[in-house]
């Protein structure tokens, strides 16, 4: 019993520390953003010295341009997830309740793209938003957020159309329904969990993706948000720690909020990958 | 082109239901085709979408891999020749070899230990919370962090400096000097990527029957026993996914030492990702850059092996 005693105080201490240790890096980012610049030796403080979080979020805000960041990143984000997850789940509903030919091809084909490294699709993207005058605008992002998270997406809401019963498409095609119909009708509102765990992964995945962003986009019109704060921390050596710290707190806000209100879908999003 | 597609899936909808009177005369033959067909848009608009801006781009990256620079033609395996040749990208290689290995005994070793861990205990929730959160961050935010960290006047050799550990007057450069600033980066992004593995650990352990492990208490097992003999063996097909799903991301990874180190100082700490970044668009070398998106593409594939095998047998 002395030995259970003892197990579990060991196993709490470890459990303390480790939780300690995790949250020591917010703390100190908390911290630092609102130290206001005055009392900012040039290194990073510990302890707080009074509270001027608005004062360098402004600094940094204005210093960054990021309102337009900001709000591409929304639209890059709703408006990217959001057709990938409707695409996704049409390509669901052909593969797994209408009757066609090859199913695996077609499956691999749509969820590859998932396995890819994004460095080998860059190079040519690029060429072709040259080529086609589509390089730094809005439309190309979007359609390659679009492309990005359609395997995903497909993946989720195929595995969840899998357990649902057969017997409701055989019912729905007794009624006389039509494929369109019974998707709108039956399956949408059926497969709804499943479409909000990927928009809800995915719209995360897009206001963090950087690389596209620096590849596809270079004006502050067209940039998502993580390529202004990037420009930030690599080229904006003139702006105090505090500043920086600041705008990088308040622009992760948007998927912090996303992820703890959406925790439940998110979490069966991650684990249909199992 | 979304338009046309929906414009042409709600005209679909008559042709079907008009045919469908005329479906019990036909052969059962007859409606499998109309379906099948049917279902061309359904699947149609995703592939196409995906055909033309993830596997065109794909297949064109191999064959560029192929190719010199300024319309010299084919060169065969030239590119991966001066690949394998260029010091820089050695270095390269090695470092996502140290990042493969790294995030193999890190995040997935953090992740099973916290999980196993917080399981049974009270306000175990509330160390879980803390430890998945940062995991919705951005990796360029991440790097932010890892800055005010690791930079020489940074918190940790503050923190080493108050409790005597370090000299103040000669600090620890954790991010100028290779290979500690592979290694500090590593171990810094295990504080992010930890906390999905968390989460999948803890959905594993969920599907352990609870017969087993409470048999394995009455037998007398106490608590490292228990997870040694009771508990690991059954999350072996969860352990399989979180060692491949951690070891492609960490091969991925391109945001947070982009922003972190720059792959610097002198390429030091570049990995693969970066490095196709690189050589592609800041030095203008299209041939090589391909020949190393390809490099990786086979290295992530192949790892990625780990997981998909179950995935395929589902499939089949």
Redesign the interface.
Known sequence: MN??RL??LA??T???V??LL??V??Y??VV?AMTPVASYT???V?WPSGFALFDNLAVGWEAGSFTAPFLNSLLYATLGAG?AVV??S??A???VI????HK?L??W??Y??T????????????Q?GVATELYDTKMILI??Y???C??FG?FVTRNFMVTLPPEISQAAKID?A????M?VSIYLPLIRPAMVAAFVFQF?FI?????FGI?LTISVENQPV?AA??TM??QGSALS?PA??AT?LV??LP??L???FFQRFF?AG??T?? | M?VSEIER??T???T??NR?SGLRSGTPVGH?KR??R??I???G???A??????????V??IY?SALGNGGSGFVGLDNYVTMFRDPALQRSMINTLMWAVGSLILPVG?GL??AV??SA?KL?A??RA??V?????????V???G???LST???LN??LAFLGLTDPESPIQWLLQWPMNVVSVIVFAA?QTTG?NV??YM??LQTIPRETVEAAALDGA???RRFRFVTFPQLK??TA?VIG?TI?NA??A??MI??LT?GGPNRGSET??LS??RQ??LMLD?AV??A???V??II??AC?WL??RRQIGQ??
């Open positions: 030995q259970l197990g579990i196993r709490n470890i459990v303390i480790l939780a995790w949250a890096p917010t100190l980012v630092n040039g290194s990073p510990w057709i695409l996704a049409l390509a509903f052909g593969l209408m009757p066609t030919k695996r077609w499956f084909l749509i590859a793209g396995l890819l490294p994004l460095q080998v699709f860059a190079l040519p993207l690029y072709a359609i390659v679009v492309a990005l359609i395997p497909f006389g039509g494929w369109w119909q998707f995360i206001w963090n993706e950087l690389f590849s993580m704060v990037a921390q690599t720690q920086i710290l990088a622009v992760s998927a912090v996303v992820f703890l979490v991650l684990t990958k199992i | 979304k899936l709600t679909e909808r008559p079907t239901a469908r499998e379906a099948r049917a279902a848009p359904f699947v608009a995703a592939l979408v995906v055909g033309i801006v993830l596997l065109a781009p794909f064109y990256t560029r953090f230990t916290i861990m917080t205990m175990g509330a160390a803390l430890v959160l940062p995991y919705a961050l951005a990796g360029t935010v790097a932010i962090v800055n005010v960290l006047a940074g918190s503050q923190a504080w999905v989460v999948l959905v594993g106490d608590g490292w097909a969860t996914v799903l492609t091969l991925r391109f945001d982009w922003v720059s693969l990702a196709m970044y592609s668009f299209p850059g391909s190393i998106a390809v990786l593409t992530v594939v990625s997981y998909l499939e089949s």
